[in-house]
Nanobody, 122 residues
Framework: QVQLVESGGGLVQAGGSLRLSCAAS????????MGWFRQAPGKEREFVAT????????TYADSVKGRFTISRDSAKNTVYLQMNSLKPEDAAVYYC???????????????WGPGTQVTVSS
């Protein structure tokens, strides 16, 4: 079982940047897909980006392509989400999850961390 803890959220002005971190501990399998999802109040959890732990293949939601970058540091067992050109609609609690299958459906992911709040002021 893998345990995940997110950090790095905060308050930023529109157009600004934040880097989120997801620290993994426990049984991290190199075949895992690691994903970032977000959930705004009153909305369902939505896909942001995924990365294959082995090989680093990435996928992004259309809404964040060109602005967000997912990466991983295998030595530190940490996945990052660099968020640039932030918009008010990016505000949400951001969660990190692990999956054996990948994809964009949050139901494919588990071991969710507690999340980190991102607030974007206009």
């Amino acid at each position: 079982q893998v345990q995940l803890v997110e950090s790095g959220g905060g308050l930023v002005q529109a157009g600004g940047s934040l880097r989120l971190s997801c620290a993994a501990s426990g049984r991290v399998l190199i075949s895992y897909y690691m994903g970032w999802f977000r959930q705004a109040p009153g909305k369902e959890r939505e896909f942001v980006a995924t990365i294959r732990w082995n090989g680093g293949r990435t996928t992004y939601a259309d809404s964040v392509k060109g602005r967000f970058t997912i990466s991983r540091d295998s030595a530190k067992n940490t996945v990052y989400l660099q968020m640039n050109s932030l918009k008010p609609e990016d505000a949400a609690v951001y969660y990190c999850g692990a999956s054996s299958w990948g994809g964009s459906d949050p139901r494919n992911f588990g071991s969710w961390g507690p999340g980190t709040q991102v607030t974007v002021s206009s």
